[in-house]
């Protein structure tokens, strides 16, 4: 399928006036027509018009990344990188709670660090629950 064509044609059943469109995208009515005699027109082409005419072309066009999935893209990579840093941060804190427990001289002080660990891991999810 030409989807130039495709998009040509779906323009013009719109009700939009083409050199309308190509003077919001503040491109010539020629580059404009070029792009759309294009079989598969480039992705900031189709962001362009889609921002410009406040519709999505994405049965057209499903390959092409929206800004809303690249925004939740963003956001999980930022919570992953927020995910990694508080476990190593639990891990360590783990390791040292193990290390404490078995140098401990009594029950009593085993019982503090566990009660210390299981504070700070509250403290941990609630930091996380913050920042994200």
């Known amino acids: 399928m030409h989807r130039g064509k495709e998009l040509h044609r779906m323009l013009r059943q719109s009700g939009y006036s083409l050199s309308t469109i190509a003077k919001k995208l503040h491109m010539s009515r020629n580059t404009?027509?070029?792009?759309?005699?294009?079989e598969e027109p480039d992705e900031k082409?189709?962001?362009?018009?889609?921002?410009?005419l406040n519709c999505h072309?994405?049965?057209l066009f499903p390959q092409?990344?929206?800004p809303e999935y690249r925004e939740?893209?963003?956001?999980?990579?930022?919570?992953?990188?927020?995910?990694?840093e508080v476990m190593e941060r639990f891990?360590?804190?783990v390791g040292l709670a193990v290390e404490a427990m078995i140098l401990a001289d009594s029950e009593e002080d085993r019982l503090?660090?566990?009660?210390?660990?299981?504070e700070n891991v509250k403290?941990?999810?609630r930091c996380l629950a913050e920042r994200y």
């Not at 082409?45 to 410009?52: N, S």
């Not at 503090?112 to 299981?118: Q, S, V």
């Open 32 to 38: 404009f027509y070029a792009r759309l005699r294009c």
């Open 45 to 52: 082409f189709i962001l362009a018009l889609e921002e410009v």
């Open 123 to 125: 403290a941990e999810k």
């Open 112 to 118: 503090r660090i566990a009660h210390y660990l299981k």
């Open 64 to 66: 092409v990344k929206r």
């Open 57 to 59: 072309f994405s049965s």
């Open 91 to 93: 891990i360590a804190l």
């Open 72 to 84: 939740k893209v963003a956001m999980i990579r930022r919570f992953e990188r927020g995910y990694i």
